[in-house]
């Protein structure tokens, strides 16, 4: 879609805790014919990752349907000053805010949700805590309550993270071929020396960042030449290590548990019935080597075990981990799917 089609503000918020973070909302020339829909990104990205360069993107698929589009740029946003943010602080104050304000903004009684990654699983602490009683339908890609990485993805959380942590405050895979001196430097020429797989340094870097595999967030064959050389390499920033650490608890647990005690937030998020009456949509990428697939079966299984036949479950082939929203034939084969599953009566 041609983006001068579309109309697009910044509304900023304020989260719980006093950030300030901010939502940009898209729509088309034509005023939106459905309710809101907000999108969450990942860590060490942005809110704009759903907009790839691509013929048809989701945002364009979305507006397109005539739904009225949110993309929230909560903390781990690059697009905002880095901190040492933590899951728990992003589910107590960053998304309940964030669809405060949507509902604020537009007077719609309920809000959906596409969430991936560290979004889905920032964002299905808050809706299991009961903080997002005005969300009625998740679309949760990549990994959401339950958290399965290949073996080698463990091993980096158990044994380089504490060392990492020692030299560095965060990882970022944007330093690319030009990483500061010191310890960074050094991890970047490691990850180069060990990394065949294309010519993308930053793309080497993601890998090593978010977990394993040649590359591990996304398939070459699924990418075109703009997304892959010229677009990601500058959609890619700092991660902290205390995001790293929270994960490498939750891989030892198998599910998602709390980093540092925050009010209003459970422990466990298995340990209890979800508090939440939305409808969650899981996918996955058969293919994916951030979460396996596993990830998303078991947190299928727990829901369904309170309101059984009501959620659902989606694996897709050929599919990995970033490319479900990147990939050439995304519009074909991924975006399809949302909207129907957005649009399934409940």
């Known amino acids: 879609m041609d983006e001068g089609a579309l109309l697009e503000r910044t509304v900023p918020f304020t989260a719980g805790d006093g950030t300030e973070l901010n939502l940009i909302n898209v729509r088309g020339a034509a005023p939106p014919t459905r309710g809101p829909v907000v999108l969450v990104h990942g860590a060490g990205v942005r809110a704009g990752v759903f907009r790839a360069p691509l013929p048809v993107n989701l945002v364009d698929t979305l507006v397109a349907r005539g739904y009225d589009v949110w993309l929230e740029n909560w903390r781990a946003s690059i697009d905002l000053p880095p901190t040492s943010w933590t899951l728990d602080q992003a589910a107590r104050h960053d998304h309940p805010a964030a669809v405060r304000k949507i509902v604020e903004e537009t007077g719609a009684e309920t809000v959906k949700a596409v969430v991936h990654c560290q979004g889905s699983t920032s964002f299905m602490m808050s809706a299991c805590a009961g903080l997002l009683p005005e969300v009625d339908v998740i679309v949760s890609n990549a990994v959401s309550l339950h958290t399965v990485v290949p073996p080698w993805s463990e091993a980096k959380l158990r044994y380089a993270v504490p060392v990492v942590h020692r030299l560095l405050p965060y990882l970022n895979p944007a330093w690319g071929d030009s990483p500061p001196p010191g310890a960074a430097s050094m991890l970047t020429h490691l990850v180069k020396a060990g990394h065949h797989e294309c010519g993308n340094t930053v793309c080497k870097m993601v890998s090593f960042t978010y977990g394993s595999g040649f590359p591990a967030l996304w398939r070459h064959e699924n990418l075109d030449a703009k997304t892959h050389d010229a677009w990601i390499p500058r959609e890619f920033g700092p991660v902290p290590l205390t995001f790293f650490q929270q994960m490498a608890r939750c891989v030892r647990r198998g599910h998602l548990v709390s980093y540092e005690r925050v009010k209003g937030l459970p422990d ?42 009501f959620h659902s479950l989606h694996v897709l082939p050929r599919y990995s981990h970033l490319d479900m929203f990147l990939g050439r034939h995304a519009h074909r084969d991924v975006f399809p799917l949302i909207v129907r599953e957005l649009e399934r009566p409940g």
């Open 268 to 309: 466990d998020y298995t340990a209890q019935e979800p508090r939440t009456a939305a409808r969650v949509v899981f996918l996955a990428g058969e293919r994916n080597r951030c979460f396996l697939p596993e990830s998303q079966r078991r947190s299928h299984a727990f829901f369904s075990r309170f309101r059984p036949r």
